[in-house]
């Protein structure tokens, strides 16, 4: 192994694009972090086959299975010790984490969100959500942001952000899939690669 890689755990729900654009970072934009762990809360997420297609160890954490929030998040911080985990990325991770949870992992979580914040974020704006309200909201630019996760959601320090134009006929589908390839595919690999190199 090589000596100063930070481990990271990487929190899925769904398609888990984030996650392939991560793991085909590794070796090139992320040199300084090992993606030693990827939880999915959903069993169906095919962010899952993703892993184990690059040999990453994937697990499912169901917070419905497990009964409720605290028993969801004791279960995740047990996997975080007994995998050496560093930090944590949500990448389309569709659970609010407890200010408990956000707490004991202050500055050591990572959110990509989908739209420049301030802006459509918070409560209720998630996936596709999220491109609906800037597009009936008639906004010309939007993008993503990489930010660390407190106990507000969407609300801690951020961390990086690209613009992306909105163009006329633009349906929150392809203003997702722009968004996503000209901003988030490349801000979460540089956000985890400046994390690992230079803050912990
Ligand atoms: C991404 O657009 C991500 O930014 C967003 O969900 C999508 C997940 O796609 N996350 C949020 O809205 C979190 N508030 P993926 O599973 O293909 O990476």
Redesign the pocket.
């Known amino acids: 192994m090589v000596t100063g890689m930070k481990r990271v755990a990487v929190l899925?729900?769904?398609?888990?694009?984030?996650?392939q654009a991560i793991l085909d970072a590794r070796g090139s934009v992320i040199r300084h972090a090992e993606i030693a762990l990827v939880v999915s809360n959903n069993p169906a997420a095919y962010?899952l086959h993703r892993a184990e297609a690059a040999g990453v160890a994937a697990l499912v954490l169901s917070r419905k299975e497990l009964g409720s929030r605290e028993a969801f998040e004791e279960a995740l911080g047990l996997k975080l010790v007994e995998y050496r985990i560093d930090f944590l990325v949500?990448?389309?991770?569709?659970t609010i984490l407890s200010p408990e949870f956000t707490r004991r992992w202050d500055h050591r979580i990572l959110?990509?969100?989908?739209a420049l914040i301030p802006s459509f974020c918070g409560k209720g704006?998630?996936?596709l959500r999220?491109h609906e309200a800037a597009l009936a909201r008639g906004v010309k630019l939007t993008g993503?942001t990489v930010h660390f996760v407190n106990e507000i959601p969407?609300g801690g320090e951020i961390l990086l952000q690209k613009a992306v134009e909105v163009l006329p006929g633009d349906t929150p589908e392809k203003l997702?899939r722009r968004?996503?390839e000209q901003a988030?595919w490349k801000l979460l690999p540089q956000a985890i690669e400046l994390v690992a190199s230079t803050r912990l």
């Open positions: 899925v729900s769904g398609g888990g694009t984030n996650l962010a949500l990448a389309g991770f569709m959110n990509i969100h989908p704006y998630y996936g999220v993503a969407d997702q968004v996503m988030e």
